[in-house]
């Protein structure tokens, strides 16, 4: 089973719920309150830095004493590096789009509200994705 949360909600919303895995596209804080959400033997996946905090570092006696697994994956520096396969990585995702595995919400708006749209982005309220039309 898997689950996807807001970050902000992540607390409330799994009511002390620990988990195997997590999987972390957000960084910053949002990656330390992830460990805090890992099982024994729990494994957190870094696979982007969406909140841009660069600085940010986790301290590893938290991994020692949960004997907690982090991983990192970058698409951009990964690929690049291994370029047979990015063919079958992508055959995979257009099967999972087939199959309705990544059905997306998706709001149209005008460019006149561009700043509303970057609003959403910046204050976490967007579901799925925004396309700005000349409309």
Do not use: C
């Not at 992830?34 to 590893?60: C, K």
């Not at 994956?73 to 990015?86: D, I, K, S, T, V």
Request: no cysteine; hydrophobic share 45%; charged share 20%.
């Amino acid at each position: 089973m898997y689950w996807i949360v807001d970050s902000a909600e992540l607390r409330d919303a799994l009511s002390g719920e620990k988990f195997d895995v997590v999987v972390d596209p957000v960084g910053g804080e949002v990656r330390t309150q992830s460990l805090d959400l890992l099982a024994v033997g729990g494994r957190l996946l870094a696979v982007g830095n969406a909140g841009g905090d660069w600085t940010h570092q986790i301290g590893s006696n938290q991994l020692w004493l949960g004997s907690i697994t982090v991983s990192g994956f970058n698409a951009g520096a990964y690929l690049p590096a291994h370029p047979q396969l990015a063919r079958p990585a992508l055959e995979a995702a257009l099967k999972a789009v087939a199959a309705g595995l990544g059905d997306t919400e998706v709001d149209v708006l005008p460019f006149a509200e561009a700043a509303i749209a970057h609003e959403r982005m910046e204050n976490r309220t967007l579901n799925g994705r925004i396309v700005l039309t000349p409309a």
